[in-house]
């Protein structure tokens, strides 16, 4: 472990919730220090400055301590009101020997510019937006594409995306990788973090954290997590796992594991600190994936940095999915039922949501995180303890995550994991992704909208074939065999989602902004009756993961034709009211619909907030468009 000096920044500055009154920053520091926060921007001909400093406006900056090197800031500023569509710069600052220094890096502007800045949009003119980011896939980082992007926008004089919405999976709490794992628990050390007190390990010599650091076990973590009986005819006696990922050899426990994660997949700070070699403990076949592992992670490391400038200069909206915490995060009734009766599985889910909680959540909508700060703050002096317990019931029972930006049109966020419909006919059939209640709140919010930009991380329009094959796995019982979640497998749920979109009150245009599947494709959906909304689906999926290719080259071509225009498949599901027209891809052979590249989606946007066009980024200076093609409609 290396023991060189930390910085005083370990993480950010993130732009986060951003508008004419107000500006939100979020960052990790080593040390409890004073920041001062410099506005500037040109207006009739001459220089405005704003200047906040956490003496002075003490309200505005709220510090959290986290560990005995690592305390988390949000810097939530009630600001004279901004200029609209005018770049504003920024610096943050902190008291030193001689006065105020930057403590930002060299780097984190762009080279034309001598400091980070951004904008208030008038209008939402342009999006970034993807899920699925996995550090040791063998694939490139989208975020990495996104900064040259940015990088050559400036240069050119040109404009930049307004905002970046993470539609899930910022991390993989169930696929961790053995290099990312080692590295976590070394940074755990330097850091300093309390032990948590931790019960119902598998194996009954683990009573805390510092009992599981100090016997890692990587790739071995599976057989710790929690098990429940397995009560049939044929399995009676037999235990199964709670998390049935398959990748959960490294699976996250502690709550330390699940915050200093976010810290290894947003910067490189902290990788600096840490020694990568092999641990001694791995046999023959363990250290074979460790070195394979390994090379995908440091090539993963190398565009930490564009990453960490992207989030400096574009405010983020954030929301979580399933790998954020596990896999099959309340797929189902069942599920709940054991995840939450099992005081293992029950401190995991909570420790990743109290790590969403301070890394996402917090920025999203600060002033809820207000009435949260005393109980959080007592939560990390002492993890595992009745404050803990306290808040993490609150976290998995009372909150609702979803959120509203108040852009033109409106960024609405929805949450599609706690406010689930569950299936009354069966404790196993996939929960609707939001129930009654959260659908008729979402209705009241989009009233009376002319257009909206709506996020839900998975598709509300899927590809039909994939979703006929998860509800025929679901009736033969193995709905966690194909992640059987989306918006069409639970009654509820469909007719409320696509009732909303008939509304007479509902807005007239609707842009869908979706990931999770590791494929990207664009959907223009139309009623037959044309008195419906205009609704364009766009996924865009993974930032770094991708689909095994030849198979979603053959569910593509099946798709299109097994649902062609004239297929009476079409008429035996739920949306045959609905004429859903897939876009093809700009130079790709065959008329393929689904790209499977890792990337990142942008989305053009008119005066009405009308998306104009759609391309992936796939490259450092590669797009592949969209196009639609209305003519080849599919009747759904």
């Known amino acids: ?65 986290a560990a005995d090197a690592l305390y988390y800031g949000l810097v939530d500023l009630k600001v004279e009101p901004l200029p609209t569509e005018t770049e504003i710069n920024y610096q943050v600052l902190t008291q030193d020997n001689h006065g105020w220094a930057t403590v930002l890096p060299s780097d984190l502007h762009y080279p034309s510019r001598s400091l980070p800045s951004f904008k208030v949009p008038q209008k939402v003119r342009q999006v ?3 899920s699925c980011r996995n550090p040791h896939t063998d694939t490139e980082d989208g975020l990495v594409f996104a900064d040259c992007k940015i990088d050559q926008a400036l240069q050119q004089g040109e404009s930049v995306p307004d905002l970046l919405v993470f539609s899930g999976d ?35 010599s683990l009573k805390s954290s510092s009992d599981l650091y100090d016997r890692p076990a990587l790739y071995r973590r599976d057989r710790l997590l929690p098990t429940q009986d397995q009560d049939s005819l044929f399995f009676s006696g037999k235990k199964k796992p709670i998390f049935t990922t398959v990748n959960g050899k490294n699976h996250l426990i502690t709550l330390a594991e ?32 460790y070195q394979s592992e390994l090379k995908r992670v440091e090539h993963f490391i190398e565009g ?12 983020v909206a954030m929301i979580f999915d399933d790998p954020d915490i596990s896999d099959d995060w309340n797929l189902h009734r069942a599920w709940e039922e054991s995840a939450y009766g099992h005081p293992l599985s029950h401190r995991i889910i909570s420790n990743g949501l109290i790590a969403y909680l301070i890394h996402q959540g917090w920025g999203n909508n600060p002033p809820l995180f207000h009435s949260l700060f005393d109980g959080l703050k007592k939560s990390l002096i002492a993890p595992g303890g009745d404050d803990h317990t306290q808040l993490s019931e609150h976290l998995i029972r009372g909150m609702h995550w979803g959120f509203q930006w108040e852009t033109e049109p409106p960024l609405v966020v929805l949450d599609t994991r706690t406010q689930r419909w569950r ?4 404790a196993e059939r996939p929960s609707g992704l939001m129930d009654w209640e959260s659908l008729t709140d979402l209705q009241d919010q989009i009233k009376g909208k002319a257009s909206v930009i709506l996020v839900s991380p998975a598709p509300v329009f899927g590809v039909k074939l994939i979703e006929v094959i998860q509800k025929v796995i679901t009736l033969l019982g193995k709905p966690l065999m194909v992640d059987a979640e989306n918006w069409m497998a639970h009654p509820g749920s469909a007719n409320g989602i696509l009732n909303i979109f008939r509304h007479r009150q509902t807005p007239k245009i609707f842009t869908i902004l979706s990931g999770d599947v590791h494929y990207s494709f664009v959907y223009d959906i139309r009623w037959r009756n044309k008195e419906g909304p205009e609704i364009c689906q766009i996924c865009s999926s993974g930032i770094r993961n991708t689909f095994p290719d030849q198979l979603l080259v053959i569910l593509d071509k099946l798709n299109r034709v097994l649902y062609s225009p004239r297929s009476p498949l079409n008429w035996l599901t739920r949306r045959r009211r609905l004429r859903v027209s897939p876009r093809k891809l700009q130079g790709m052979a065959h008329g393929r619909r689904l790209l499977n590249q890792s990337g990142i989606g942008l989305v053009d946007f008119d ?14 200076h590669v797009s592949t468009e969209f196009l639609p093609r209305l003519e080849e ?4």
Do not use: C
Not at 607 to 620: A, E, K
Not at 633 to 636: E, L, Y
């Open 633 to 636: 409609s599919v009747w759904h």
């Open 304 to 315: 930490l940095s564009s990453a960490r400038r992207l989030m400096a200069h574009i405010p």
């Open 170 to 204: 910022q991390i993989y709490a169930d696929d961790v990788s053995g290099p990312m794992l080692n590295a976590i628990h070394q940074v755990i050390a330097r850091l300093g973090f309390p032990p948590e007190s931790i019960e119902a390990f598998r194996d009954e």
């Open 1 to 65: 472990m290396n023991k060189k000096p930390l910085p005083d920044l370990l993480a950010g500055p993130i732009l986060r919730r951003v508008t004419r009154e107000q500006v939100a920053i979020w960052m990790a520091l080593s040390r409890p220090i004073e920041i001062q926060i410099e506005l500037s921007y040109s207006e009739k001909g001459g220089v405005i400055h704003q200047v906040f400093n956490s003496i002075a406006h003490k309200t505005s900056f709220r510090i959290i301590k």
């Open 128 to 130: 970034l937006h993807g």
């Open 607 to 620: 005066d009405n907030g009308r998306p104009v066009r759609v391309s992936q980024v796939t490259g450092l």
């Open 258 to 289: 699940f915050m200093t994660m976010y810290l290894m997949v947003w910067y490189t700070t902290l990788w600096t600190h840490v020694e990568l070699s092999p641990p001694k403990s791995l046999d023959q076949e363990e250290r074979i994936k």
């Open 423 to 426: 299936s009354e006919r069966s």
